[in-house]
């Protein structure tokens, strides 16, 4: 019987796991599409309003870590131009 509860919650976590993975590579695309949004943005045509929300989501990209940016440029084949 203990075996049994043992191998259930094991699976409970590994299908919950799963789906935390998915979900983690579709924030990647995301987060990807948005940064390669706002690198080829020309801020001098847009609104200001537009201007302040890409400004704030240019703020949290450049927040995150390196290796996570790099997920992100990855998975939508995107890559950081120097």
Known sequence: ???????????ML????????RERQSLLKVTGAAAGLIAEMDSHDLPVSTIEAADLLATIINGLNEETLQDALSAV???IIE
């Open 77 to 79: 084949n995107a890559e």
């Open 14 to 21: 590994r299908a919950e796991l799963e789906l935390l993975m």
């Open 1 to 11: 019987m203990q075996t049994n509860i043992n191998q259930n919650e094991i699976n």
